[in-house]
C-alpha cells in the first residue's frame, strides 16, 4: 500500500507531552519526515530521516519509527505549537512521495 | 538564500490549461528532484509530481495524463502544464525541493517550499 494513516485530531494540554502516529507499508524501508503547518502558511519540514531536526526546530520535537509507524513526539507542548501535523514518506516503489492526512494538533 | 517562488496560478475555466512555474534560487534544479503537492481548501496536502536529477518524471494517478512537469535548467525553473483541468483541481499548488538523502540515494523529505499558487477551475 501507498498510504500513510494519521489519527485526524490529537489534543494535548499546556505542557504535557503529546505523541503523533503515522502508520504505512513504505515506513518499513524508507524514513519518514513530519511537517507543520499553520493556517494560511505552507508546510515546514519539522522532523527528516525518522528523528532528525532542521536547524531552527525547537528540541522540544522529537521523531521515531519502528516497523510500520512513525511518531512525532512533542515533549511539553506550547500554544504555538497548535497547527496541523503531516508525516511523509516516500511510496513503496520509491519513485515519489506519499503524504499522510494529516493531524490537527489541538493545545489546551 | 535557498527558496523557490511559485506563479502562474488563477481562475481557469473547466477543460482550460495552465502553466505553472517554480523559480528556484540558491541551489539548481538539475541537481535535486523537484516535486509540486497541492492542497484544496480544508483539506490535506497531495502529492502531484516529481521530477527527478536525471529528468524521469512520475505523476498521482489523479492527474496522469493531464499534467506534464518539466524543468529548464538555464533558467533554474520547473514547471507543471496543467491540460483538461477539473473542479477537483482547485488548490493550491506548492514547489518543494526534495532533500536529505537516505543510504540508497533516494531523498527522504521536502525541506524547501514556496508559499504556493492558486489555482481555481470554475465556471
Known amino acids: 500500500s501507498s498510504e500513510l494513516t494519521q489519527d485526524p485530531s490529537v489534543s494535548v494540554a499546556l505542557g504535557q507531552t503529546v505523541k503523533i502516529t503515522c502508520q504505512g507499508d513504505?515506513?518499513?524501508?524508507?524514513?519518514a519526515s513530519w511537517y507543520q503547518q499553520k493556517s494560511g502558511q505552507a508546510p515546514v519540514l519539522f522532523i527528516y530521516g525518522n528523528n532528525n531536526r532542521p536547524s531552527g526546530i525547537p528540541d522540544r520535537f522529537s521523531g521515531s519509527s519502528s516497523g510500520d509507524t512513525a511518531s512525532l513526539t512533542i515533549t511539553g507542548a506550547q500554544a504555538e505549537d497548535e497547527a496541523d501535523y503531516y508525516c511523509n514518506s516516500r511510496d513503496v516503489s520509491g519513485y515519489h512521495m506519499v503524504f499522510g492526512g494529516g493531524t490537527r494538533l489541538t493545545v489546551l | 538564500e535557498v527558496q523557490v517562488v511559485e506563479s502562474g496560478g488563477g481562475l481557469i475555466q473547466p477543460g482550460g490549461s495552465l502553466r505553472l512555474s517554480c523559480a528556484a534560487s540558491?541551489?539548481?534544479?538539475?541537481?535535486?528532484?523537484m516535486s509540486w503537492v497541492r492542497q484544496a481548501a480544508g483539506k490535506g496536502l497531495e502529492w502531484v509530481s516529481v521530477v527527478h536529477r536525471d529528468g524521469s518524471t512520475y505523476y498521482a494517478e489523479s492527474v496522469k495524463g493531464r499534467f506534464t512537469i518539466s524543468r529548464d535548467n538555464s533558467a533554474n525553473t520547473v514547471f507543471l502544464q496543467m491540460n483538461s483541468l477539473r473542479g477537483e483541481d482547485t488548490a493550491i499548488y506548492y514547489c518543494?525541493?526534495?532533500?536529505?538523502?537516505?543510504?540508497?540515494?533516494?531523498?527522504?523529505?521536502?525541506?524547501?517550499w514556496g508559499r504556493g499558487t492558486t489555482v481555481t477551475v470554475s465556471s
Open positions: 513504505s515506513l518499513r524501508t524508507f524514513f
Open positions: 518543494a525541493r526534495e532533500y536529505y538523502y537516505d543510504r540508497r540515494g533516494y531523498p527522504s523529505s521536502m525541506d524547501v
Open positions: 540558491g541551489f539548481n534544479v538539475r541537481s535535486n528532484y
